[in-house]
């Protein structure tokens, strides 16, 4: 992604995401999974920019008066490519990750206020690395489909169980580390998590899903 910015630092334009089609998209970015769908959410996010905030991401930030809580609302209220939630269920990953991801590339010089208010980011490496941890058990059946690479579908049970646990087991290890004098907020500790669940050579859950 990175790189792909800096030979094509106009992708950060709303126009040029508005007009973004597949072709453009390949060029930039070879030939990845789920290209129509990527494609279709680079669309929505120059629209709406468009649409409701003059072009600028800024103004969106303005909105929310730069609180993290309040950046995660607008995203998945005026992005719905952007919401993942399913009932009751808020995961908000990609909303989150954003708002971490912004605030950490301005790190000492980041305005964005409230990251604590942050949860793990629910996708398909942190519950591997949980699990493999021993933190997090998966029955029987779930460990079969999982070791089996079955496709779990998006939004069945086991998929939601395996995000909403890795959501509430990150609340209870920041809340347990506080207590040994530990502070770490969720992001932080979701980055260390990732590393960790990287090295782990062991299969990770397999769903089709845009939401991460």
């Known amino acids: 992604m990175w790189k792909a910015l800096s030979d094509w630092p106009e992708l950060l334009d709303a ?7 597949e072709e453009q998209f390949r060029l930039k970015f070879g030939a990845i999974s789920m290209t129509k769908e990527r494609v279709a959410s680079l669309r929505e996010v120059g629209n709406i920019l468009n649409k409701h905030y003059d072009g600028k991401v800024i103004h969106l930030l303005e909105r929310a008066c730069f609180e993290t809580d309040e950046i995660v609302k607008w995203i998945v209220t005026d992005f719905p490519m952007w919401n993942d939630s399913t009932g009751p269920l808020l995961f908000y990953k990609r ?3 954003f708002t971490a991801m912004l605030a950490g590339r301005l790190q000492a010089n980041s305005f964005i206020t409230g990251l604590q208010k942050l949860t793990l980011l ?7 690395g949980l699990h493999n941890l021993g933190v997090l058990r998966y ?9 089996n690479s079955q496709v779990l579908p998006c ?6 169980e395996l995000r909403a646990s890795t959501i509430c087991v990150g609340d209870l290890l920041v809340q347990s580390l506080s207590r040994k004098g530990i502070q770490i907020n969720a992001i932080q500790l979701d980055a260390f998590l990732w590393e960790v669940s990287k090295k782990v050579n062991t299969p990770y859950h397999l769903t089709v899903t845009s939401f991460y």
């Open 139 to 147: 029955d029987d059946n779930l460990k079969f489909r999982i070791d």
């Open 95 to 97: 909303a989150q990750l």
């Open 155 to 160: 939004n069945c049970r086991e998929e939601l």
């Open 15 to 21: 126009d040029v995401l508005a007009n973004l089609n």
């Open 122 to 128: 629910a996708d398909y490496h942190l519950p591997k």
